[in-house]
């Protein structure tokens, strides 16, 4: 190394025709250069730095600069933007790190760094830190939240299977299928599950899936998976691209990738995670056999519970059939015509006590007609009306009887018309027939009394009237028409009326002795 | 889409509820018997629809640009049938 050095400075000087220096006298850009060439060719192009992050700044640039330290020494780094854009994990301060890259001097600021390449985590691969600071990331967001899981159907009429075209894995999904549940018909989107360009795969086949759904029929579920391999073979699941196509689908989703102990993000957000593929296609349809255990099972209930019901309306029938009503139809008939009888009855009861009442009248107004010793006229009035009454009698004793027949008429329709049903009309029949028997009974009863009472009145019209055309007069007082008896009923100067066979004279009191004289007279 | 025959689920549904209503008797005599008689068309159809279902299985194109492109339909001979 020395030897190189001196030839350089060697040559640096002698051709020029400056100010002569000192051999030994370099500028700060030689030296600068002199110690990073010294510096690349001490160390290996590639070295590989352990230490913790500090002074972590991603620049908008896209480069990144930090600080690498342990204990007793720190280290500049950066980290080139196109290095940068592979990251897989997110560099934080204070984190245990490998920092792969080579020594370089930034001569601007004379100033050695470590240009790194690639960042591993120190104690876990980076893939899996990359992992769990998606994963904390996502849950942070509420990816992962149950409120979000939608239900898987219980009977799937059509089944997305997304997953590669080729391996055993989509063969084994549809022979259980088919073993299980073949009224589901399936649609496969064969898509690359690993390396290059697979997340962007996985999520066009879920977003197509979602605008086809319609298309194709109506997509129940779907399932996305692969079959086991490396965290790298399974990284596709675990971008976070593909977990936010799997959180925006609408059609429900179980995650089967690898086996049981591969947890991914895709398995988090999933709707429902299965162990394997297998275990996912089990998950999403019910065996057929089950299915067709559970339509016995509702035929039968359906079967008893019909049975049941036909059981109890048949009992209900046989109860209803055992009352007395059925048993002894007539009892209900022979109620009726018991009331109807009672109805009868007071109807003639009545009839009777107006007749009878009548009766008594009549013979009242003979009486009176005898009592006044009638004149011819009147003997005669008396005969016609005798007659009259016996005539009025004779017709409502007609009617009366002619009520009683038709009720007896109704009576007999009534006990011949033996199915109950017709009890009822019967029963309206006969009810009108009392009507009309009891208004033509209150009508005849009301025009005979009507006529009898104007003939009692004329009568007792008579009975004084005949003794004023003898001579005879009434006095009243003016005021108040009361018959005056005795000369003490009235004062001087009242005014009397006196009631003549052939008219009124009114007259005033001059004397009341002469009257008082002439009633102690008589 | 409107006018669609009812699903297997949507038959074994009301098939179910066909059940309920009879055995809670909150159906009159009559219905009860036409409920009974529809429950059991019902039972048959999904009889039948096990007994004769066929799994149809449609390969999509990997392309996802526009319609879906089958390409190709496979029945229950075997979905391993061409691998």
């Known amino acids: 190394m020395a030897p190189t050095r001196d030839s350089v400075a060697a040559t640096d000087d002698q051709p020029l025709g400056r100010p002569k220096r000192p051999n030994d006298l370099l500028t700060v850009a030689e030296l600068t250069s002199r110690v990073r060439e010294a510096i690349v060719h001490a160390l290996p192009a590639t070295v590989h730095v352990v230490g913790q992050v500090s002074n972590y700044k991603p620049h908008s640039s896209g480069h990144v600069y930090l600080t690498l330290k342990d204990d007793t020494s720190e280290l500049s780094c950066v980290m080139w933007r196109s290095a940068a854009k592979g990251m897989q994990f997110k560099l934080e301060d204070g984190m245990e790190v490998i920092a792969t890259g080579s020594v370089d001097v930034y001569q601007r600021a004379g100033r050695y760094q470590l240009q790194v390449r690639r960042f591993e985590p120190r104690g876990i691969g980076a893939l899996e830190l990359a992992f769990r600071q998606l994963r904390d990331r996502l849950a942070a967001e509420g990816l992962f939240d149950p409120d979000h899981k939608k239900p898987l159907p219980n009977y799937p009429e059509r089944i997305a299977i997304v997953t590669s075209r080729t391996g055993a894995v989509v063969r084994d999904m549809l022979i259980t299928l088919k073993r299980r549940y073949r009224l589901a018909q399936l649609v496969v989107m064969p898509v690359r599950v690993q390396g290059e360009g697979a997340a962007e795969e996985i999520v066009r086949a879920i977003g197509a899936l979602n605008r086809w759904s319609v298309q194709l029929g109506g997509i129940d579920v779907m399932i996305v998976g692969r079959g086991g391999g490396s965290i790298e073979d399974l990284w596709a699941f675990n971008e976070e691209s593909v977990a936010r196509a799997v959180y925006a689908s609408r059609i429900p989703i179980v995650s089967a990738v690898g086996h049981e102990t591969d947890v991914t993000i895709c398995d988090l957000v999933a709707d429902v995670r299965a162990a394997t593929p297998t275990a996912a296609a089990e998950l999403v349809v019910p065996d057929a056999n089950d299915v067709a255990a559970t339509v016995e099972a509702l035929a039968g209930r359906l079967r008893r519970a019909a049975g049941h019901r036909l059981e109890l309306e048949r009992s209900a029938l046989a109860g209803l059939l055992n009352r007395r009503w059925w048993r002894e139809p007539l009892t209900a008939v022979r109620q009726r015509e018991q009331a109807v009888d009672e109805t009868l009855t007071r109807l003639v009861q009545q009839a009777w006590l107006r007749l009878r009442e009548t009766d008594r009248r009549v013979t009242r107004a003979v009486s009176w007609v005898q009592r006044i010793q009638p004149t011819a006229f009147a003997a005669k009035r008396a005969v016609d009306l005798n007659s009259a009454v016996f005539r009025l009698r004779h017709a409502s004793d007609r009617r009366l009887r002619e009520a009683e027949r038709m009720l007896a008429g109704a009576d007999r329709a009534l006990h011949a018309a033996s199915p109950v049903h017709r009890v009822g009309r019967a029963r309206d029949g006969l009810t009108s027939a009392l009507q009309r028997v009891s208004v033509a009974l209150t009508t005849s009863h009301r025009r005979w009394q009507a006529s009898l009472e104007a003939t009692e009145g004329r009568l007792q019209a008579l009975s004084y009237k005949g003794v004023l055309g003898r001579g005879f007069s009434i006095t009243r007082t003016k005021t108040g028409r009361k018959v005056v008896r005795s000369a003490a009923d009235l004062s001087d100067d009242q005014v009397v009326l006196t009631e003549l066979s052939d008219g009124e004279v009114e007259s005033r009191i001059i004397n009341r002795k002469q009257l008082e004289l002439f009633g102690s007279d008589g | ?83």
């Not at chain 2, 799994?55 to 001979?77: H, M, N, S, W």
Request: aromatic letters at 2%.
């Open chain 2, 1 to 83: 889409m409107a006018d669609k025959k009812p699903t297997f689920e949507e038959s074994l549904k009301k098939l179910e509820s066909i059940a309920d209503r009879i055995e809670q008797g909150q159906v009159g005599l009559e219905e009860s018997i036409k409920l009974y008689e529809e429950g059991m068309k019902l039972g048959q159809h999904c009889r039948s629809a096990l007994a004769k279902a066929e799994q149809k299985i449609q390969q999509l194109q990997a392309t996802d640009q526009g319609e879906p492109q089958v390409e190709r339909t496979l029945d229950t001979q075997g979905p391993t049938a061409g691998d």
